[in-house]
């Protein structure tokens, strides 16, 4: 049995959302979605097995560098999953784990996406146990973070694979070779946000508009899959734009209602359609945050960055693409 094993599993960006959640036991959406894994955008987990008596222990890397116990609501947020991977393992163990992050947590970045993939690919590995990619999505969706699922597999990935039971899994549509896409993102909040996603799930079904962003899904989900698999940036770029649109005016529209703009997210928005009218290849999508994704092409990537990064609101920039999934590495945190 490996006794410590370490993960760096990464963030993603959704093209058509997971906003609402219908099964809050399995962690099921009331739609598919579909994402691009990111690369740069990390999260790096250690766990180490050690005796049950000894209780389960987490550090976390503070914004100063040092390896810190993570704060109470940080712990009890992971604890109920290590349960759950201890239920399936069917092991009497205690875990160490001790993480970090490459970007902003809790910004509306997908840091829980990267943060549950990581945790229960390490807890996996430690254990010395094997998974399928299927396997390793459903326990890292039961984590509560419907998005870690999408996050064991990389390239282009959509979840759940089916609506069929049996197809609650995330599949990859394509591989990050396929194509070559960046995310330029415009980091104009680090600070977490006020409403966590769970909170933006459970209200999504109140706003007048879930309904009938629900009936536009499957033209949506059809041509993004087209989109990807003919690499046709434009009409990805109309379809994404209009689903992170949709996810805003479903939280502004929400009972209560939930705004994660900052007037900076406008001001990038209005450059990012300057520069496709112009011809960049260029488009705009937003999770629960306020912080912009700028999905662009190879060629496009320095014209977006030198126009955003002029923004006066826009704290700096984070270069990401495509990626290749999570890796397993030896160089451990502790
Ligand atoms: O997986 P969660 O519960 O953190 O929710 C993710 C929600 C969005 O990031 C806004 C959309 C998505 O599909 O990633």
Redesign the pocket.
């Given at each position: 049995m490996t006794a410590k094993a370490t993960v760096v599993a990464p963030a993603?960006i959704?093209f058509i959302?997971?906003?609402g959640t219908q099964d809050w036991d399995q962690t099921l959406p009331f739609n598919p979605?579909i994402?691009m894994t990111l690369r740069e955008c990390v999260t790096r987990t250690t766990v180490e097995l050690i005796e049950r008596s000894e209780g389960d222990s987490v550090l976390l890397r503070t914004a100063e560098g040092s390896l810190e116990p993570a704060a109470e609501a940080f712990r009890q947020r992971l604890e109920p999953h290590l349960d759950r991977l201890r239920r399936w393992a069917g092991e009497e163990v205690a875990f160490r784990v001790a993480t970090e992050n490459s970007f902003p947590m809790g910004a509306?970045m997908?840091s829980?996406?990267s943060g549950f993939a990581a945790l229960t690919l390490a807890v996996v590995a430690a254990l010395g146990k094997q998974t399928s990619g299927e396997e390793a999505s459903v326990l890292a969706r039961l984590s509560?973070?419907?998005?870690?699922s999408r996050s064991v597999l990389g390239g282009y990935v959509r979840w759940p694979a089916g609506e069929e039971p049996g197809e609650e899994h995330a599949v990859q549509l394509a591989s990050a070779d396929h194509w070559d896409l960046r995310d330029v993102v415009a980091v104009l909040q680090e600070q977490a946000k006020e409403v966590s996603?769970?909170e933006?799930?459970e209200r999504a079904p109140s706003s007048p508009y879930f309904e009938p962003r629900q009936k536009l899904l499957p033209d949506r989900l059809e041509t993004v899959t087209q989109a990807i698999l003919a690499r046709d940036f434009s009409s990805l770029a109309q379809t994404v734009e209009e689903e992170a649109i949709d996810?805003h005016l479903i939280a502004m529209s929400s009972h209560p209602p939930i705004f994660y703009w900052r007037p900076g997210t406008l001001e990038v928005l209005a450059a990012i359609r300057l520069l496709r009218q112009d011809g960049v290849e260029v488009c705009a999508t937003m999770?629960?945050g306020a912080n912009v994704h700028m999905i662009c092409t190879p060629d496009s990537e320095a014209a977006v960055a030198e126009v955003v990064g002029a923004i006066t609101e826009v704290g700096y920039l984070i270069y990401d693409g495509v990626g290749q999934g999570p890796r397993t590495i030896e160089e451990h945190l502790v």
């Open positions: 993603n959704a959302k997971y906003w979605s994402s509306g997908a829980s996406a509560g973070s419907g998005s870690a996603s769970r933006g799930h996810l999770d629960a």
